[in-house]
Nanobody, 126 residues
Framework: QLQLVDSGGGLVHPGGSLRLSCAAS????????IGWFRQAPGKEREGVSC????????NYADSVKGRFTISRDNAKNTVYLQINSLKPEDTAVYYC???????????????????WGQGTQVTVAS
């Protein structure tokens, strides 16, 4: 069964950057769309970005467009989320998730994703 491990979070100053990684084990990511979600304290989890299994299709929440970039390296069985120009409101636990989806574009709906990483904390503060 697919297992996901997300990493790369940390404490950064406003305007800083991080690269989050989502590494898969026990199965190949080739047949999965991958999404990144985040949950801030006291708020519901929200979709941030996703990438189709082929990597051709991507999707971003309006709040992160132009600052976040999702990519995947299927040879390394890993998906990345480059996050730039970080703002305090980006502070959250970030989760990657996988949806078995070979042909359709990805969607930012967490109910579509059946496999989840454990989360990595991103804190943006001065």
């Amino acid at each position: 069964q697919l297992q996901l491990v997300d990493s790369g979070g940390g404490l950064v100053h406003p305007g800083g950057s991080l690269r989050l990684s989502c590494a898969a084990s026990r199965s190949t990511l080739d047949y999965y769309a991958i999404g990144w979600f985040r949950q801030a304290p006291g708020k519901e989890r929200e979709g941030v970005s996703c990438i189709s299994s082929s990597g051709i299709s991507t999707n971003y929440a309006d709040s992160v467009k132009g600052r976040f970039t999702i990519s995947r390296d299927n040879a390394k069985n890993t998906v990345y989320l480059q996050i730039n120009s970080l703002k305090p409101e980006d502070t959250a636990v970030y989760y990657c998730a996988a949806q078995r989806n070979l042909f359709r574009p990805c969607v930012l709906a967490e109910t579509e994703y059946g496999y989840w990483g454990q989360g990595t904390q991103v804190t943006v503060a001065s």
